[in-house]
């Protein structure tokens, strides 16, 4: 009797041990995951500062494409200003986002993140696997697709709005294209 209670008492704590070590490794992942967000969300807000001003953004070689990207049930991603040298050169910086997305509002367009954008193949060309930044990974969008590009893989970082689904999620629903008027889009000169 007593052997089979000792039995019983080293496999409950070799369970506890285990368990507890599972939860460290857990908390541990965690830790470093909002490290590696943290790092990412705060790069992009220093290196996309300049560009709450759409004028600043133009300067640095980014345009409109297209009009206000909007979901019927989840939202929207905003307007987005591309620079094309930077969505076709086939590398990933996270200093330089290829598409800043703004939000217009009350006549202004206000930048609320950013995008990151490169070609399927370019990508393919020179890596193995799907491109992963600063911890993040990217979402695969085949082709064709509606905004009638090659396929592609992108990452949205909403680091100037909060994003209830996620700082990395596609679409936010705090984001309205309510407002977007086509012609005043490519003249705003926002600066908030």
């Known amino acids: 009797m007593k052997t089979k209670r ?30 590696l967000t943290g790092s990412l969300f705060q790069t992009v807000r220093e290196a996309t500062a300049p560009f709450r001003s759409v004028s600043e953004a133009e300067a640095a070689g980014y345009g409109l494409f297209h009009g206000c990207a909007s979901g019927p049930e989840e939202g929207a991603m905003g307007v987005h200003f591309v620079n094309g040298g930077l969505v076709g050169d086939g590398a990933l910086d996270p200093v330089q986002p290829e598409a800043l997305i703004y939000e217009p509002r009350n006549g202004q367009l206000q930048l609320v993140g950013v995008e990151y954008v490169v070609f399927a193949d370019a990508w393919h060309a020179s890596n193995e696997g799907p491109p992963v930044l600063m911890g993040q990974l990217f979402n695969y969008v085949g082709s064709p697709n509606r905004y009638g590009i090659p396929a592609f893989y992108e990452l949205h970082v909403w680091a100037w709005k909060q994003n209830p689904k996620g700082d990395f999620a596609d679409w936010n629903p705090t984001v309205s294209c309510r407002d977007f008027v086509p012609d005043a889009a490519s003249h705003d000169d926002s600066s908030h």
């Open 6 to 35: 000792f039995v019983l008492f080293c496999l409950a704590a070799l369970l506890l041990l285990v368990s507890v070590t599972i939860v460290w490794a857990q908390l541990d992942d965690i830790q470093r995951d909002d490290a």
